[in-house]
């Protein structure tokens, strides 16, 4: 795939894949802090067991964190075995940031890891190698990949429907027969998914305008009647 920086979203025949993820969910055990560092915390430490014993290219791992009523997309920066316990170091600022904005009782919340090669073990799960820009899939027994219809999903935003003010909307429009298919969400790639009530992302850590909701592939503003 050539000069594809991320791929989340990879569909086979008209249905989405699943980034390849780990088989167990892992428990925040304690943050800890590198030394001599200006941020709350560096990362997260887990119990060893039923842990990876390698990861190949541990920056392209995501932890999808349940913080209470909250969910999380975290990067990470690098992964260090230390006897019976993993450090997991995140990247910054987004765990710093994160810190700040969730509740104090995120230590006790748990968390599953994606998109390695090495979680890479179920049918209908995908990974994305951004250096070998090689993608590799585990197909479903019934599948033949020789004559599968297969899309990366590249496009954030597929349509956008604006109008310029409250009191000058975009108005009176029919749509037909139109499917929106094959989209994807690299922004939590370049940037981390930092979330908050109802799921609506935290822009703040982004922008100054404040909490929005998640992004979608149709959006419509400033409109009636569409």
Request: charged share 25%; proline share 3%; hydrophobic share 35%.
């Amino acid at each position: 795939l050539k000069d594809m920086e991320y791929v989340r979203n990879f569909y086979v025949n008209g249905y989405p894949a699943q980034r390849a993820r780990s088989k167990y969910i892992y428990r925040n055990l304690r943050n800890y802090q590198e030394d001599g560092s200006t941020h709350i915390a560096d990362g997260i430490v887990t119990s060893a067991l039923n842990f990876p014993e390698h990861f190949a290219r541990p920056q392209d791992l995501e932890l999808s964190l349940q913080v209470m009523w909250i969910h999380n997309l975290a990067p990470v920066q690098e992964v260090r075995r230390d006897g019976e316990e993993v450090h997991i170091l995140l990247k910054q600022p987004f765990f710093d940031t994160m810190l700040k904005t969730t509740p104090k009782d995120y230590n006790y919340n748990t968390f599953y890891m994606e998109n390695a090669m090495e979680l890479l073990d179920e049918q209908g799960e995908f990974y994305y190698n951004a250096g070998e820009e090689m993608l590799y899939y585990y197909p479903h027994s019934e599948e033949d990949l020789n004559n599968a219809e297969t899309y990366v999903g590249d496009t954030e935003l597929m349509m956008k429907i604006q109008g310029a003010s409250a009191d000058n909307k975009v108005t009176n429009m029919v749509f037909q027969n139109l499917k929106f298919r094959y989209g994807a969400y690299n922004f939590v790639s370049r940037n981390g998914y930092l979330g908050g009530q109802a799921d609506g992302l935290n822009i703040k850590f982004y922008d100054e305008n404040g909490n929005h909701s998640s992004a979608a592939q149709l959006t419509v503003n400033m409109a009636d009647n569409i």
